[in-house]
């Protein structure tokens, strides 16, 4: 059965629009209204200016239509840590009464009630959320623009650009469940795989099939302030341009062997090209100017494991942590990497540290060229 006709003037739908913008604004709004949008809806996605996303918020789940306290009793978990776990999502959470909830909530809350059974403290499970809402906040930012790349040409009025947004939209996002949770699963496992090479390094097993290679990390400086201060797309942009930067200054027999976020990871069985390699891409964020934050790196030298094009042991895990305690436009060493390459590079003592996850200090070193200036 249709929808009695809304009077979009009459709720102020279309104050302050006039001529052919007045015009756009009424078959917009009457499409969303075709697509099955509330009023209420309407009137959320107008003061938020999203009114051309309303159509296409359909394809992602089912309506609102539920309370708090009705996903509460749903799901059997208490309303305060529902609260709490959306906060720390880095979600709004509604007034109370407020039915701003769906089934989808109702299933999200009953995962934290089985976490919780199998043993999960509260505040362990409000970290894990807090960085995997960060994490996912940046992608949903950037996948709602992908659809609108697609589809957006000059001249397009706002019913055009929602119509076509939201069959892009109907296309495009079914395949992304499948997509993160494979990478989801493919990360984890890796993650898994480091763990366990390093707790045999940790109880003096050796590693079968461990190799020496020199590792090193370099990460964009304040890419996490940055974060809170520019669309996800351009921090995006920057993280594509240290890879291209990165696969520019790889030459054989170094190698780019992945990027992380905010970082890039090199790998060289020899250690002198990937000193240089790191010590070049650092110089190059620095010409980059000022639109491209610094780079500050951290390298390392000894026995790790092959796997599946990456590597896993102590090498990987101590340059992972002088990455993050070096200075912007820096290359930080280990005694071992120094040692190996002997005066082929300047060599500043940088104090010794106690890096997280390593039980010993690490004696570290400043790496410069030969004809690099600076004490």
Same mark, same amino acid.
Request: net charge negative; with cysteine.
């Given at each position: ?10 709720e ?12 756009e ?13 509330t ?80 043993g ?27 659809p ?17 947004? +939201?069959? @892009? #939209?109907?296309?495009?996002? %079914?395949?992304?469940? /499948? $997509? !993160?949770?494979?990478? *989801?699963? &493919? ?59 990165a ?13 992380? +976020?905010? @970082? #890039?990871?090199?790998?060289? %069985?020899?250690?002198? /090209? $990937? !000193?240089?390699?790191? *010590?070049? &891409?650092?110089?190059?964020a ?90």
């Amino acid at each position: 059965m249709a929808q009695p006709s809304i009077d979009f003037a009459g709720e102020g739908l279309l104050d302050g629009l006039q001529g052919s913008a007045r015009a756009e604004r009424l078959a917009l709004l009457r499409h969303l209204q075709d697509e099955g949008v509330t009023l209420e809806e309407i009137r959320r996605l107008s003061d938020a200016g999203t009114l051309i996303f309303g159509a296409a918020d359909r394809v992602l789940g089912d309506r609102e239509h539920l309370t708090a306290e009705e996903v509460s009793r749903m799901s059997g978990v208490e309303l305060g840590i529902l609260t709490a776990a959306r906060r720390a999502m880095g979600l709004p959470v509604p007034d109370p009464g407020e039915p701003a909830y769906t089934h989808a909530d109702v299933e999200s809350a009953r995962m934290i009630g089985v976490a919780r059974e199998a043993g999960l403290a509260d505040e362990d499970l409000l970290d894990l959320l807090r960085v995997l809402g960060r994490g996912l906040a940046s992608a949903a930012e950037s996948l709602r623009a992908l659809p609108m790349k697609l589809i957006l040409r000059p001249g397009m009025s706002e019913r055009q650009i929602a119509g076509e947004y +939201g069959r @892009a #939209v109907g296309q495009l996002y %079914p395949l992304l469940d /499948p $997509l !993160i949770s494979n990478l *989801l699963t &493919l990360h984890l496992r890796q993650a898994a795989e480091s763990e366990v090479i390093s707790e045999m390094e940790r109880v003096g097993g050796s590693l079968p099939g461990a190799r020496e290679i020199a590792v090193c990390f370099a990460d964009l400086v304040g890419f996490t302030r940055i974060g809170e201060e520019v669309p996800a797309v351009e921090l995006g942009r920057l993280a594509a341009r240290l890879e291209v930067m990165a696969g520019d200054f790889a030459e054989r027999p170094v190698r780019l062997v992945k990027t992380i +976020g905010d @970082a #890039v990871m090199l790998s060289s %069985p020899e250690p002198r /090209p $990937l !000193i240089d390699s790191a *010590l070049a &891409l650092v110089a190059a964020a620095d010409r980059e100017g000022e639109d491209f934050p610094q780079l500050r790196s951290g390298a390392a030298l000894g026995l790790a494991l092959p796997r599946a094009g990456d590597w896993f042991g102590r090498p990987v895990n101590i340059a992972s942590r002088i990455t993050s305690v070096a200075r912007p436009g820096s290359l930080l060493a280990e005694a071992g990497l120094r040692d190996a390459v002997g005066e082929s590079f300047r060599w500043s003592f940088a104090g010794e540290r106690r890096l997280r996850g390593i039980r010993e200090p690490v004696a570290l070193f400043r790496v410069r060229g030969l004809g690099e200036a600076g004490a």
